[in-house]
């Protein structure tokens, strides 16, 4: 995921594939991240690069990023970065606080073998902030009889943009929650 949002570069069964991604989801990492650091300074800076990618401007900051100590300079190299390979070593280079946080998030890093809810995943095969390949591996990781993932083409992130081949799987999805409902109690009905 944090390699999607700094490069563009994702893996799908195996392959990089490369869709821009939305500067949005870089701007909220860069900038959720950039309130880590140590050094008040590098907050603000890093915090300003944010703003940067949000707005478009790209790699070459307008912000200088000489003398920043080292938890800043391994978050902007990271942010910085546009070869998916690097993506492993810089984030092994972020600092434990940055490293920590970024586990907490991350299904793969949990035991999920205690979740006992049905999920119901429904993912844009467009989606430009988060891969639909996230959901996949995430419903590969659990009990079939517990998962249901819904793939839509004409869906990116919260962004609907449904093609008749679309439909299909959507009211399926929206079925599949619509079942989960539970009854009214008789005294409110």
Known sequence: MVGYCTTGYYRDEGQW???????YASWVFAASNAGL????????????YAR???DGVGNESAVPMSGLAPDAQALYELLANDDPKRVPVLIDRLSPRIRDELEGINPAGHDLSRLKAELILVHGRSDNIVPYTESVALARDLPSEQVHLFLIDGFAHVDIG????DWPRMLEAMERLLAQRQPLPPEVR
């Open 37 to 48: 650091l140590e050094q008040p300074v590098d907050r603000i800076r890093l915090q300003a």
């Open 17 to 23: 594939r490369y869709r821009t991604p939305l500067p």
């Open 162 to 165: 449904l093609e008749a081949q």
């Open 52 to 54: 940067q990618i949000r």
